[in-house]
């Protein structure tokens, strides 16, 4: 006569489910290929560091005043 409700029910998707690994042989190996192509483009191309870092310069630079300080007062 009247219609009851129905208790709410919850299917959550499974994290290892089979429908989430659907890919195909093809889209692999394409993924593969993609992969394997960008690490032989870009190994040639790793940043090149400068000469001397930004420490060694600042430690040269104070041993040059300080060479500059002592010969300005050997001389004057």
């Known amino acids: 006569m009247f219609k009851q409700r129905k208790h709410k029910t919850f299917n959550p998707p499974s994290f290892f489910s089979e429908e ?3 890919d195909t042989v093809e889209e692999s190996f394409k993924k593969r290929d993609f992969v ?13 560091k400068g000469a001397m870092s930004l420490p060694i310069l600042i430690l040269a630079l104070v041993l ?12 004057n």
Not at 36 to 48: F, L, P
Not at 64 to 75: A, H, R, V
């Open 20 to 22: 989430k690994n659907t």
């Open 64 to 75: 040059l005043l300080i060479c500059m300080y002592i010969l300005d007062s050997k001389f």
């Open 36 to 48: 394997s192509k960008w690490r032989r483009e870009n190994a040639g191309s790793r940043k090149v």
